[in-house]
């Protein structure tokens, strides 16, 4: 899974887009640590063995499709 957690700060809500004001994305992000950093989920990675990462830490771990070889199975 993917979030982006962060502080709610005057810097988050200055953010926005068209689906979400700066303010909803500051108080969404918010909600990501509270989420991720509650004892209950710390527990369940310890129980589980997963250890949560940051972006530049992520590798790719499933084998690339070819398109040739989709191209082939499909046409």
């Known amino acids: 899974m993917i979030t982006h957690p962060a502080i709610d700060s005057e ?3 200055a953010l926005g887009n068209s689906y979400e004001t700066g303010i909803q994305i500051a108080m969404n992000r ?3 640590i509270l989420l991720w950093s509650h004892p209950n989920m710390l527990a369940e990675y310890n129980r589980r063995g997963i250890r949560p990462i940051r ?3 992520a590798v790719i771990t499933i084998p ?3 398109l040739n070889k989709f191209w082939d199975t499909y046409t």
Do not use: A, I, P
Request: aromatic share 8%; no cysteine.
């Open 64 to 66: 690339r499709l070819s």
């Open 11 to 13: 810097e988050m809500r």
């Open 30 to 32: 918010s909600k990501d």
């Open 55 to 57: 972006y530049d830490e």
